[in-house]
């Protein structure tokens, strides 16, 4: 009893485990694609070496009507910087001028507001989470915003504080500041133009860089790029991450076939008296090392079928309510992206399977010692074993 109940608990932790260190890893990738580029951007050559608002895209609203014919959805985007202050506080932002409705398609910014609403009014601003403390700005607060517009001349002009956005990453937070791409036009004294457009796939089981590629036949005149391909240094972080993810999970797995290491070696020496009346009445070795083996793998059949039962039971809780950690933590920002303080597991054959797989293994080998020193035990000497 003592054998299955560790076996189960062991096991239904373990796999508890996994699913919520996978999901972590899984809305780390979500949150760096919905919370800022898209899954792909579209730019005019060479925009992403200097980011000049003079490489633009011209009537991207074509662009987007071919994109949304393969199933796809898309946002125009338009990025400058100027000087925004707020009484006394000023501060240099990166500017974003999204689609109100077509944003809402690709990214999820509207439902990361920490205070206020999303973009809705002429003037409307949102702010970072940051940059709003550094301005020292509240809702309904009017901003000046100083920029160069694109024909030289300078743009300024008032807009209302709408809503502050939540911790997202440390570049958006800092600096960034969202108004409608109408505004954004004004201000910068552009036409039908846009700097960036930012897609998402409405099919998620289509490679990335197949989808990519798609595009790209399509609209061979701009730059077409990977979330992963524009920002390596978070995919190479996320992918050590992943492979972190593995290391921990072994030496969570060890720590597990441990214990049952011990409750193994328990378990056999506890029955050394047992086996050796066995012997005495004419069990021969073999014999004993086979029992020992038949019963310790129907023990580990049973224990983990239940254990199974129970981790799955838990992880599936996990994946439907989450593990709430906001009463600790707002929290945190990884590698440049966000991890929200509402934990979610994921539960599929990775994070189920692969445990059940370890610890059966592990028990059969952990009573490996135990058996062979029970079975070449003289039956005088079994009896007498402490």
């Known amino acids: 009893m003592i054998t299955q109940f560790a076996l189960v608990v ?29 899954e792909i951007q579209i730019h005019s050559p ?72 999303f973009l809705k009014k002429k003037r409307d601003v949102i702010l970072g989470k940051k940059i709003a403390v550094t301005l020292d700005a509240s809702i309904g607060n009017e901003l000046v915003i100083v920029t ?6 300078i743009g300024n002009d008032l807009y209302r504080v709408a809503g502050i956005l939540n911790g997202i990453s440390e570049e958006i937070d800092r600096s960034t500041i969202m108004m409608s791409i ?3 036009k004004n201000i910068f004294n552009l036409g039908d133009v846009a700097t960036e457009i930012a ?54 797995y060890l720590a597990g076939s441990l214990i049952m290491l011990n409750t193994m070696l328990m378990s056999v020496f506890e029955r050394i008296k047992e086996l050796g009346i066995m012997m005495a009445i004419g069990f021969r ?4 090392l086979i029992l020992i083996f038949l019963e310790t793998f129907f023990l580990t059949l049973c224990g983990s079928l239940v254990g199974l039962l129970g981790g799955v039971s838990l992880s599936l809780y996990l994946t439907h309510y989450g593990l709430d950690l906001s009463s600790i933590t707002e929290g945190f920002s990884f590698v440049g992206i966000l991890a929200e303080p509402h934990w979610f597991a994921v539960t599929n054959f990775n994070t189920v399977f692969p445990p059940v797989i370890f610890l059966f293994a592990l028990s059969l080998i952990a009573v490996i010692y135990p058996a062979m020193k029970a079975s070449l035990l003289k039956p005088v000497d079994a009896l007498v074993f402490h």
Not at 230 to 238: E, G, R, V
């Open 46 to 117: 060479g925009y992403l070496d200097d980011r000049s608002i003079y490489r633009v895209i011209e009537h991207p609203g074509t662009i987007i009507n071919k994109i949304e014919k393969i199933g796809a959805r898309a946002a125009p985007r338009l990025q400058g910087f100027g000087l925004v202050s707020q009484g006394e506080n000023s501060s240099g932002a990166q500017i974003w001028g999204v689609d109100i409705y077509r944003e809402k398609e690709v990214t999820e910014f509207h439902t990361h507001i920490f205070k206020g609403y």
């Open 148 to 153: 160069q517009a694109a024909d030289g001349s």
């Open 285 to 288: 070795p073999m014999q004993v």
């Open 182 to 184: 109408s505004d954004f």
């Open 199 to 252: 897609i998402r796939r409405s099919d998620k089981t289509e490679n990335l860089n197949s989808f990519r590629d798609r595009i790209k036949n399509i609209i061979p005149e701009e730059e077409v790029k990977t979330w992963r391909e524009i920002f390596p240094a978070i995919s190479d972080m996320l992918e050590l991450t992943n492979a972190s993810i593995y290391i921990l999970l072994i030496i969570i």
């Open 10 to 38: 062991a096991l239904s932790l373990m796999i508890a485990f996994a699913g919520l260190t996978w999901g972590l890893v899984n809305q780390m990738e979500r949150n760096a694609t919905i919370l800022g580029p898209g």
